[in-house]
């Protein structure tokens, strides 16, 4: 892998980098880990790649739960403007704004 990358000109940051493996046999493969700069990239079950959480397994279960998350801290904001005598048309604007 490193030889592609120094043949295309580019570097892979090994700190930034993790692997995410997608198996789906029964009994899983095992795959030597991917070695950059010497130093061996950390398996992860999850990764967020443009905004989007891709699992090892390909559901949408952690992506769900982050939006969801996102959602309810957004409302609890507009509920406390709200209960510290905010004006609505203001709250909406507010929200339009950072939205």
């Not at 709200?82 to 004006?87: A, E």
């Amino acid at each position: 892998m490193q030889d592609w990358f120094s043949v295309n000109k580019m570097q892979l940051n090994a700190a930034k980098s993790k692997e995410l493996l997608f198996d789906f046999k029964r009994s899983p493969h095992s795959f030597s880990p991917v070695s950059v700069s010497g130093s061996d990239l950390s398996f992860v079950d999850s990764a967020k790649i443009l905004g989007l959480t891709v699992s090892s397994d390909l559901s949408w279960n952690a992506h769900v739960q982050e939006v969801i998350k996102k959602a309810n801290k957004r409302l609890y904001f507009l509920i406390l403007l709200l209960r510290s005598g905010i004006p609505p048309k203001d709250i909406v604007n507010f929200y339009c704004m950072c939205g």
